[in-house]
Nanobody, 121 residues
Framework: QVQLVESGGGLVQPGGSMRLSCAAS????????MGWYRQAPEKQRELVAT???????TYAESVKGRFTIDRDGAKNTVYLRMNSLKPEDTAVYYC???????????????WGQGTLVTVSS
């Protein structure tokens, strides 16, 4: 059984910083990509940032220059460093991974349970 476990959410003031972590565990052969998505109240889930196994990254325009995604391949962990946070960054942040379980020939998309980030004074 493969799962993703996020940590690091909470309440932060506007202009503050926060780091989210997501660890993949279970019987994993390899991970192609990991990323972060978010869903604000009454809005659709949207891409925040992704990072490929070779290090290539993509960001939503709304977070470019403020957020940084990074990963530790040895630990199957992805991080999201968020700076200059704004109230509109308030959302549930979900970790996502595209991975190949051991013993399988098909990549799977796996989601974490989500962690709430609230930006408010």
């Amino acid at each position: 059984q493969v799962q993703l476990v996020e940590s690091g959410g909470g309440l932060v003031q506007p202009g503050g910083s926060m780091r989210l972590s997501c660890a993949a565990s279970g019987s994993i052969f390899t991970i192609n990509a990991m990323g972060w998505y978010r869903q604000a109240p009454e809005k659709q889930r949207e891409l925040v940032a992704t990072i490929m196994s070779w290090g290539s990254t993509t960001y939503a325009e709304s977070v470019k220059g403020r957020f940084t995604i990074d990963r530790d391949g040895a630990k199957n962990t992805v991080y999201l460093r968020m700076n200059s946070l704004k109230p509109e960054d308030t959302a549930v942040y979900y970790c996502n991974a595209d991975l190949l379980p051991r013993g399988s020939y098909t990549y799977r998309e796996v989601w974490g349970q989500g962690t709430l980030v609230t930006v408010s004074s």
